[in-house]
């Protein structure tokens, strides 16, 4: 039976059009209200390693479209975002309109493909932009450099979307295009590495089926796109220290059950609220396809999409088994309910495809139900994160704007622009101080209002405090001092000898009175650069004791550092 080319509107009930494209526009109508209210011209997080650029401290290059962020080789992302900041004179909510606009866009497409594949318009097909648009996906709407993120699911998405059209048959440019979009793949991060094989399968299937219906030259050029996804897959790892340990046999069953946990996540926040129902969700998920799948897959009459969507899912498997060994547990970050969200997708259209008559129905209306419980529930979930979130922001603008010295905006607000470590703390307070530096003077938002730093004095805490322990082992130094009088400190200053090697952390806790313990909230951590003898950090805080935790560097040596107390005034 030929395939129609669009969706039909003889004898269409105008209700159903209505009803999805209604959906569809409204969840893009909100995405963009929701990012016109809450967002702020401000950095968040990852947003401050692209200021390195806006400064010319960092040289646009190859090397650097490369160089691994958090072990992720992002070079299109970062192609795209230094796009998007130059277009936008240096907005940091760029990013996040653009993300929105992709997400927004792939719904679209998604919906026409669905209607155009059966010829007419389902009530069901509010499923697809109900799950991939609501404000569940919060951290992928408020922040810009998550677009690495909405990259590689638009693209993965994309490609099932051919298959859903095509299967193993793309021919012309749809071969082509699927071929550059695989090789594209390990350029997007993990989240799109992990689908090369299962897509590299796939384009080893459409070029046999292009060079069976003559195109050779078709054939050879999505071979050769195949090779260079796979190729880019031990390139992508070269130079990189792994994060993730080599799973062993035994722990194979948690593996699984984080996987199950990632797969549920796409719901999004509705996911973790409901375990372990949104387990069970899952297995009912699964057991509905394979019960619909696997009698395609034995008829060879049809067999040959239904080929292409268990391609798919070993593509998808790829990423849930990354995730399962780098991330064990049952609770992720916000920005993995997106990357869950194809799996669902491919559910939704294996069923649709396959299913018959009332079973379909069923099927495809308790999906809308689930799409639409989940979604509200997103909702509420994004609503209540925006309205904090907000308020945060606006409190760190209102302080900038009141003439707040950056010393005191770093200890007020720092967990606000970035919240490291995740445990509790702070860090990277000689990043931001000349970040905000090159911000005022580039007029980005609020930080014209920047103030200069004050002026203050050193105390030698040797001065102040006394020595109560000092503990050498293999591993570093562990020192606790005490001072004589709980004193008002406004900074410490470490200095270390310049012969440690790169990468040694130090962490520098403190207590405000003699009834408190050292705690992760009350601590700065540092890395060493290379040849870094000296940094300062800000505290604005009564001190009683102080605690200095430095690890070992590379080559065994080390030695005390010595610290000073910043207050008021000068030397």
């Known amino acids: 039976m030929a395939m129609q080319m669009g969706p039909s509107y003889r004898n269409e009930s105008r209700l159903q059009v209505a ?5 569809w526009a409204f969840l893009v109508l909100a995405a963009l209200l929701y990012i016109a209210r809450y967002a702020h011209n401000v950095p968040y997080y990852d947003d401050w390693v692209m200021v390195d650029v806006l400064s010319g401290a960092q040289a646009v290059d190859a090397a650097w479209f490369w160089h691994p962020h958090n072990d992720h080789r992002i070079a299109i992302p970062k192609l795209v975002l230094l796009a998007l900041y130059h277009l936008s004179d240096w907005d940091f909510r760029a990013g996040m309109y ?3 606009m992709l997400l927004a866009g792939l719904a679209g497409v998604g919906i026409y493909v669905a209607a155009n594949r059966r010829g007419r318009w389902s009530y069901a097909d509010a499923f697809l932009p109900l799950i991939l648009l609501n404000w569940g996906h919060y951290e992928i709407l408020l922040w810009s450099f998550d677009i690495q993120h909405v990259m590689a699911v638009v693209s993965v998405l994309g490609l099932l979307l051919i298959i859903v059209r095509f299967g193993t048959q793309p021919t012309g440019w749809a071969s082509i295009c699927s071929g550059m979009a695989v090789a594209a793949l390990p350029l997007l991060g993990v989240p799109g590495l992990a689908y090369v094989p299962g897509f590299a399968l796939w384009l080893a299937e459409v070029g046999r089926q ?3 219906a ?5 054939a050879w050029i999505v071979w050769a796109f195949a090779a260079i996804a796979v190729f880019l897959i031990p390139v992508y790892f070269m130079g990189l220290k792994p994060s993730a340990h080599v799973p062993f046999p035994g722990q194979l069953p948690w593996i699984l059950q984080s996987m199950v946990a990632f797969v549920a996540h796409g719901l999004g926040p509705l996911a973790p609220t409901l375990r372990p129902w949104s387990y069970v969700l899952v297995a009912g998920m699964f057991l509905s396809v394979a019960a619909v799948l696997v009698p395609v897959l034995r008829d060879v009459s049809i067999r040959e999409r239904g080929l292409a969507m268990l391609m798919f899912l070993v593509a998808f498997s790829g990423l849930a088994f990354a995730v399962g060994v780098a991330r064990p547990g049952e609770t992720f970050p916000p920005r993995y309910c997106l990357e869950a969200v194809p799996i669902w997708w491919w559910a939704y259209f ?6 018959r008559g009332l079973t379909r129905r069923l099927a495809l209306a ?3 139900s689930l799409a639409v419980f989940a979604s509200g529930f997103g909702f509420y979930v994004g609503l209540q994160y925006a309205k904090d979130r907000d308020a945060q922001f606006t409190a760190f603008e209102s302080d900038l704007r009141a003439g707040m010295p950056p010393s005191q905006l770093f200890v007020r607000h720092q967990r606000t622009l970035l919240p490291y470590p995740d445990e509790g703390g702070a860090a990277f307070h000689d990043l931001l101080t000349d970040r905000f530096s090159v911000l005022r003077k580039r007029g980005i938002g609020a930080f014209v209002s920047l103030a200069p730093e004050g002026r203050f004095r050193e105390v030698p805490l040797s ?3 006394r020595l109560i322990s000092s503990d050498r082992t293999s591993e570093g130094l562990m020192q606790t001092w005490t001072l004589t009088q709980d004193s008002f400190v406004h900074g410490m200053r470490i200095m270390i000898p310049a012969t440690r090697g790169d990468g040694s952390r130090i962490e520098i806790s403190w207590t405000t009175n003699s009834q408190e313990d050292f705690s992760k909230d009350r601590r700065y951590v540092h890395w060493w650069r290379p040849q870094q003898q000296d940094m300062t950090f800000w505290v604005y805080d009564s001190i009683h004791q102080v605690r200095v935790i430095l690890d070992d560097d590379a080559s065994g040596i080390y030695a005390a550092p010595q610290i ?3 207050t008021p005034g000068r030397n």
């Open 366 to 368: 308790g999906l809308l």
């Open 564 to 566: 000073r107390l910043l």
């Open 350 to 355: 294996v069923i649709d495809i396959y299913s």
């Open 98 to 100: 653009a993300n929105a």
């Open 210 to 212: 292009n060079w069976r």
């Open 463 to 465: 001065e102040i405090a």
């Open 214 to 218: 003559g195109s050779i030259t078709n």
């Open 19 to 23: 009803f999805v494209l209604g959906t």
